[in-house]
């Protein structure tokens, strides 16, 4: 696999977007293992700007480690500094697959309402309430039990 080529503008941003992360990633002693490449390909698949640090003191070791995982991950290398490697690589598009349940009813619903005091000169308060799927909130600010449908005869369904 090759790795991804990026502009200088773009390398920035990424750059950028790294500068608080913490390395997810850390290389012991042992070098560039397969266990290694692998927690690194699915920290890329789940984040997609990752942060490696390399506990090794040799600079031409990590600067080996560092184009191993851009080519063998296809990832795009951003920044190397000290024991510090970014990379990057686009996230995966995989859209989970919601299922509809069709007997669902609606869930709790959150409202902020002002109660007004009766004293002239003091601040509103707010209020938050929880209206449940059953309930409706009036125009006064109180909860109420949603009204049932009106029950129509048989009469008055086989006229219309």
């Known amino acids: ?75 795009a290398p951003i920044q190397h500094i000290g024991k510090l490697l970014v990379l990057w690589r686009p996230k995966p598009d995989v859209e989970k697959e919601k299922t509809v349940d069709e007997d669902r009813m609606a869930g709790p619903r959150d409202f902020k309402v002002l109660k007004y005091s009766k004293r002239a000169g003091q601040r509103p308060e707010v209020k938050t309430l929880r209206v449940l799927g059953n309930q409706r909130l009036t125009a006064g600010g109180n909860v109420r039990r949603a009204k049932p449908k009106p029950k129509v005869s048989v009469k008055k369904r086989s006229q219309t």
């Open 1 to 75: 696999m090759s790795q991804i080529q990026l502009t200088p503008a773009q390398r920035k941003v990424h750059r950028a977007e790294a500068h608080h992360l913490d390395p997810v990633v850390m290389v012991g002693g042992d070098g560039l293992t397969a266990n290694v490449k692998k927690e690194a390909d699915a920290a890329l698949n789940a984040h997609g700007l990752i942060k490696v640090r390399v506990f090794s003191d040799d600079r031409v070791a990590r600067e080996a480690m560092f184009q191993t995982l851009a080519d063998e991950l296809s990832a």
